[in-house]
C-alpha cells in the first residue's frame, strides 16, 4: 500500500521560513520522482517543483529562488524548504509520485502565510 504523509504546514509572516515533508512508502522511494503541487482557495492545483529520481530538480517561476526540493533516500522524505513566504503562497502543499501506473497523493498539508 503506498502512502504519502506531508507534514510542516502552518503559519507564518510573509518573510518567513517553512520546511514542509513527504514521508513515503510502499515504493521503491529512491527509483521515484517526487512533486510538489499546491492549490489555493478557488484555485486549480499547480505544480510546485519536482524532482528526479538522480537529484535534478526544476522549479514554477513563481518559486524558483525562494523553494527547494530535495530527497532523503535513506529516509523515504522529500523536502520543500520555502523561503521569503509571501501571502500568495497561502495553500494546501501535496506530495505526489505516480508508481505502478497510478498516481499517488498526500493529503495536504495548510500553509498560511499572513501578518
Known amino acids: 500500500q503506498v502512502q504519502l504523509v506531508e507534514s510542516g504546514g502552518g503559519l507564518v509572516q510573509p518573510g518567513g521560513s517553512l520546511r514542509l515533508s513527504c514521508a513515503a512508502s510502499?515504493?521503491?522511494?529512491?527509483?521515484?520522482?517526487m512533486h510538489w503541487y499546491r492549490q489555493a482557495p478557488g484555485k486549480a492545483r499547480e505544480l510546485v517543483g519536482v524532482?528526479?529520481?538522480?537529484?535534478?530538480?526544476n522549479y514554477a517561476g513563481s518559486v524558483k529562488g525562494r523553494f527547494t526540493i530535495s530527497r532523503d533516500n535513506a529516509k523515504n522524505t522529500v523536502y520543500l524548504q520555502m523561503n521569503s513566504l509571501k501571502p500568495e503562497d497561502t495553500a494546501v502543499y501535496y506530495c505526489?509520485?505516480?508508481?505502478?501506473?497510478?498516481?499517488?497523493w498526500g493529503q495536504g498539508t495548510q500553509v498560511t502565510v499572513s501578518s
Open positions: 510502499g515504493i521503491i522511494f529512491s527509483i521515484n520522482a
Open positions: 524532482i528526479s529520481s538522480g537529484g535534478s530538480t
Open positions: 505526489h509520485t505516480a508508481a505502478y501506473y497510478t498516481d499517488y
